[in-house]
T-cell receptor
Framework: GAGVSQTPSNKVTEKGKYVELRCDPISGHTALYWYRQSLGQGPEFLIYFQGTGAADDSGLPNDRFFAVRPEGSVSTLKIQRTERGDSAVYLC????????????FGPGTRLTVT | AQTVTQSQPEMSVQEAETVTLSCTYDTSENNYYLFWYKQPPSRQMILVIRQEAYKQQNATENRFSVNFQKAAKSFSLKISDSQLGDTAMYFCAFGAQGGSEKLVFGKGTKLTVNP
């Protein structure tokens, strides 16, 4: 079946603007994760959804970052008042749920803040 | 908090030879999983192999195998018969059992397979 998809593939925005990044998980996967990967680094956890609720948002760097998953499938990561330091690749992953321990990643969205 | 360390920023190997990538981790958890992910230039993270901490037997997947030393908190990846398509970034990752099961990644090792 289809894998995890993310749109857009690339996003360039100006400092101070608002952006939304979308993730479509694998059908039937109840768990969804967002990670951020800065240049030369491994991915860093941002937030975890189990179904519709954010079960762990301990990785969100500040209150400019917010994510939703209203119907338990598609998720949107929202960044307000973007800063140049937000430039990174944002990765989404999904898994079958608690106890499955295998996360399947999307291709990521490269965000560039100018 | 868990940490994952990959001490080799870059490695190279000749096609058809064997290479070993190193990974160490620090945790106070007793139940956890360890993973190796491959990230080619396309950015897609691909799961290569996983190891359950409670299993003593080292995991293998075709040309990929691990050497898991729980007491030493070491988890190395061996790639046999290296192929040009193995060229990629390789990330070691830790996932604690229970809770959010979020992954903690190392900084990665850039592997180049030379013809």
């Amino acid at each position: 079946g289809a894998g995890v998809s993310q749109t857009p593939s690339n996003k360039v925005t100006e400092k101070g603007k608002y952006v939304e990044l979308r993730c479509d998980p694998i059908s039937g996967h109840t768990a969804l994760y967002w990670y951020r990967q800065s240049l030369g680094q491994g991915p860093e956890f941002l937030i975890y959804f189990q179904g519709t609720g954010a079960a762990d948002d301990s990785g969100l760097p500040n209150d400019r970052f917010f994510a939703v998953r209203p119907e338990g499938s598609v998720s949107t990561l929202k960044i307000q008042r973007t800063e140049r330091g937000d430039s990174a690749v944002y990765l989404c992953a999904s898994s079958r749920g608690s106890g499955s321990y295998e996360q399947y990643f999307g291709p990521g969205t490269r965000l560039t803040v100018t | 908090a868990q940490t994952v360390t990959q001490s080799q920023p870059e490695m190279s190997v000749q096609e058809a030879e064997t290479v070993t990538l190193s990974c160490t981790y620090d945790t106070s958890e007793n139940n956890y999983y360890l993973f190796w992910y491959k990230q080619p230039p396309s950015r897609q993270m691909i799961l290569v192999i996983r190891q359950e901490a409670y299993k003593q037997q080292n995991a293998t997947e075709n040309r990929f195998s691990v050497n898991f030393q729980k007491a030493a908190k070491s988890f190395s990846l061996k790639i046999s018969d290296s192929q040009l398509g193995d060229t990629a970034m390789y990330f070691c990752a830790f996932g604690a059992q229970g809770g959010s099961e979020k992954l903690v990644f190392g900084k990665g090792t850039k592997l180049t397979v030379n013809p």
